[in-house]
C-alpha cells in the first residue's frame, strides 16, 4: 500500500469537504442565524487539516493505484469524512458530544439517517442544510465526487471507483473512469434540482425544499422537521416524493441511458423489472393490510403504503406514519424492504434487488443439477452470463452481511437494549434506512442508545454503505502484509 497516496487523497478529500461548509455558512449568513460563526471556523479548521495532511504527502507520487490503495482511500475517506462533518455540529453546540455528532455526521454521509436529535426544529438553518449536505455528497459517494472534480490526481480511478460505487458489478458509462463519474453526478444534480422545483411550486419552502431534494436523492432521509414528511400532511409532497425516491433506487447508469434517447431502458433492464414490480406488490399487500385496520379509507391505506413502501426498500427512511404501531404483517414486510434494498448502481443500501436474484437463480441451478447431474447450465441476467466469480462474490458478501448483522444484534442485545430494538437499530444501520422498530422507530430516535452501541451501529453503517468486502478487508492480516 503507498501510504503516502492515501493521505495525500484523503488530504484533498477533507479539504474539499470543508470549502463545502462555504454553503451553510451562506445560509446562516442570509438568515442572520448564529451558527455563522461556528461554520465559518469549521471550514478554516477542516481545510486547514486538509491542507497539511496534502503538504506532508506531497511529494510521494505514485502514478497507479492499487486494489489496497483504493480499500484504503475509499475506507479511511469516509472515517475521515465523518470527523470531518462531526466540526461543525461540536463547535456550534448543535451536539457537544463527540461520539453523537460523529454519529449524526457518519450517518449522514453514509445516507443512513439515523438521528440522535431531538429537536431537530431548534436548530439553526446553517447547521440543518449541513446536515443535508452531508447525504446529498454521501449519496453519489464523496470519492466518485472527487474522482469526478480532480482527475489531475494522476492515479488510476477506476480502484477508487470499483471500492466505492455499491454494485456487483462496476458499469463503466465512458471509456474514462473521471468522466463516467462526471456523468453520473450530473444526472444527480439535474433529477435534484427538478425535485427542488416540484417541491417549491407545490407550495413547499425552499429552504425546506433544498433540504427535502438533498435527501431524498442520495435516499437519505433527513429531514429539518421533527415529525419528518408527516408535519407537512400533504397527498402532493408524499406524491412527489415517492415518485423521487423510487427514482433514486433505479441504477443511475438507467437514468442516464434514459435521458440519451432509451425510452424502454426500464422495461428491458431485468433488475429494473424485478425492483418495480417487487415496490408494486408490497404497496398492494400493506394497502389491503392497513385498510380497515389502520385506514378507514381504501385511498388513505393506498397513500401511506405507498410512501413507507418507497421510503423503506430504496432506504431513505422518510416517514409520514409511525409504522411501529401497524399490524404485524405490515410491519413484517417492511423489514423485509429493509433487506432487499434497492437496484445496484442507486444511492440506495441493502442487499440489492440483483444479488437477490442472481442468489436465487444460483440457488435454482444448484436443484436443476440435482436432476439433471450431467447438464451444463450457466446463470444468466438479461440474456448474459454471470460469471462464477461474481456469483462467489454474492455468496460471500450474503454471509458476511448475516455475520456481521447477527454479531451486531447480539452485541446490541448485551447493552441492553430489548431483542426487537437490538435487531431492529442494527437493521436499520447496516441496511443505510435509519428508522427502525422499537426504540429506535421512526417517531424515536438513537440518543439513548449507549455510547458502545452507537459505535457498533457507526460501523454498520459504514460496512452498510461501502458493502462489507471494502471495510472488512482491512480487518485482514493479509491486507497489511507486503
Known sequence: MHTHSVIRFIGI????????????????????????????YS???VMALGVFLYVIARNQEVKVLGHRDGVAIVTFGWIAAGFAGAVPYILSGAIPDLTDAYFESLSGFTTTGASILENIEGL???????????????????????????????????????????????????????DTAKTLWKVYILITALEILLLFLGGMPLFEAVSHAFCTMPTGGFSPKNASIA???????????????????????????????????????PECRVYLTVVFLFILLLTFNLHGTVYASLAKAFRYAAFQVSSIITTTGFA??????????????????????????????????????????????EIFRIIHPHAITTVKLGGKGVPQEVLSSIWGFFILYLAIFVTSAIIMASLGLDMVSSFASVAACIFNVGPGLGMVG??????????????????????????????????IPEYWRK
Not at 423521487?244 to 443511475?252: H, S
Not at 452507537?454 to 461501502?466: A, E, Y
Open 124 to 178: 439553526p438553518r446553517g447547521i440543518l442544510m449541513w446536515r443535508s449536505i452531508t447525504q446529498w455528497f454521501g449519496g453519489m459517494g464523496i470519492i466518485v465526487l472527487s474522482i469526478a472534480i480532480l482527475p489531475f490526481l494522476g492515479v488510476g480511478g477506476m480502484q477508487l471507483y470499483k471500492a466505492e460505487v455499491p454494485s456487483p458489478v462496476v458499469d463503466k458509462l465512458k471509456p474514462r473512469i473521471s
Open 320 to 365: 409520514t406514519a409511525d409504522f411501529d404501531q401497524w399490524p404485524a404483517l405490515s410491519k413484517k414486510i417492511l423489514v423485509l424492504c429493509m433487506f432487499l434494498g434497492a437496484m445496484a448502481g442507486s444511492t440506495g443500501g441493502g442487499i440489492k434487488i440483483v444479488r437477490i436474484i442472481l442468489l436465487a437463480k444460483h440457488a435454482y441451478q
Open 231 to 269: 408535519h407537512y400532511n400533504s397527498s402532493y409532497f408524499d406524491g412527489i416524493l415517492i415518485a423521487f425516491m423510487i427514482i433514486a433506487g433505479i441504477n443511475f447508469s438507467l437514468h442516464y441511458k434514459l435521458l440519451r434517447g432509451d425510452l424502454a431502458i426500464f422495461g428491458k433492464d
Open 442 to 475: 421512526p417517531t424515536k430516535n438513537y440518543l439513548l442508545i449507549p455510547s458502545l452501541g452507537k459505535w457498533i451501529l457507526i460501523f454498520c453503517m459504514l460496512v452498510g454503505r461501502l458493502e462489507i468486502y471494502t471495510v472488512v478487508a482491512l480487518l
Open 13 to 40: 478529500l477533507v479539504f474539499f469537504l470543508g470549502l463545502s461548509m462555504a454553503f451553510p455558512f451562506i445560509v446562516s449568513w442570509a438568515f442572520g442565524e448564529h451558527d455563522a460563526l461556528p461554520l465559518l
Open 43 to 45: 471550514m478554516i479548521i
